[in-house]
């Protein structure tokens, strides 16, 4: 189960990055709406990645939730913002996936 609340909280982590990139590109009113949506994703992320290292390590809770936080704001962002999704950029994307699933192997 705690790894479950420690892959929606990667995801929450994706959710406040989006939200972040969002607020950059309005003004006025529409930027605070994306501000307060970082805020809420930011404290339920942290949320769950305090409660899913009740059980789990520490160094590798975090290396996972960063992890698919790390992977799903570049996805977010070539898919989303429009950056660029090179050979190189996807090849460490694929590491980085790759070193996760590992890590969950161990543990």
Not at 7 to 18: D, L, N, Q, R, S
Not at 81 to 93: D, K, N, Q, S
Request: proline residues 2%; contains cysteine; hydrophobic residues 55%.
């Amino acid at each position: 189960m705690n790894w479950i609340i420690l892959i929606v909280a990667g995801f929450c982590e994706v959710g406040f990055t989006y939200c972040l990139g969002r607020a950059k590109s309005v003004d006025g009113i529409a930027q605070y709406g994306w501000i307060a949506g970082f805020l809420v994703f930011t404290i339920i992320s942290m949320g769950l990645l305090a409660k899913a290292t009740q059980s789990l390590p520490i160094g590798t809770a975090y290396a996972v939730w960063t992890g698919i936080g790390a992977v799903g704001t570049v996805l977010v962002g070539i898919f989303f913002f429009h950056e660029p999704a090179t050979f190189g950029r996807l090849f460490f994307i694929f590491t980085l996936v790759s070193s996760i699933i590992g890590l969950k192997i161990v543990s």
